[in-house]
């Protein structure tokens, strides 16, 4: 006897010529019963069909990012809804912005010109005309004309100006057309509340 057989006993022969039947304490069939409909699919070999709820919405992760989009879109637009950032155009290289805000019983116009940061700017006469938007008069009554406001401004060669013209009617809806000697401009604006 050698050392490693005084140490561990003696050594156990196994007779693989005995015919055994192989004995499973845990079948597949059973464990797959108790799985989610899904697995069961999936074993099955039946497709399955992916829908784009499904794909937002498969794990905490996905609807976290999904809940964070939503959010930054949501405050993108609320943002350049109050921010005036659409009541801004170019013209002949500047942006111009504009608002009405109502002071003490008058309109005023702010006009507020930021030349580009290429130096490329119009200089020059600007014509103005507002008129507020009357609405649709009723059958049988006759359509009014509405009031025009024009004004002439000058753009000089400063990076930002600023204008403020009093306009002479009231209203919460207005046009307002800026024209250039080679451009020609429309804006619909709307009258801020006053705080």
Sequence with gaps: MGDAEKQFGEPVHIDNNIPRDTVFYYSRERRLSRAS??????????????????????????KLL?????????????????????????????????TIIPVEGTLLLGIVKDAPKSGE???????????????????????????????RIFLNPVESETYRLTLPFEGSDFFAILKTDTEYKTLRLRARSSK
């Excluded at 069961?40 to 905490?60: H, W």
């Design 37 to 62: 409909p899904a697995v069961q699919e999936i074993n099955d070999g039946v497709p399955i069909k992916a829908s784009l709820s499904k794909t937002l919405f498969a794990t905490r992760g996905h």
């Design 66 to 98: 999904f809940l964070a989009i939503l959010f930054a879109f949501i405050t993108f637009g609320l943002g350049s809804l109050f921010s005036g950032r659409g009541n801004s155009l170019k013209l002949g290289g500047n942006t111009l912005a504009l």
């Design 121 to 151: 700017l119009y200089t020059g006469a600007v014509d103005i005309a507002v008129s507020p938007i009357i609405p649709k008069p009723k059958e049988g009554e006759e359509r009014e004309v509405p009031p025009v406001f024009s004004h």
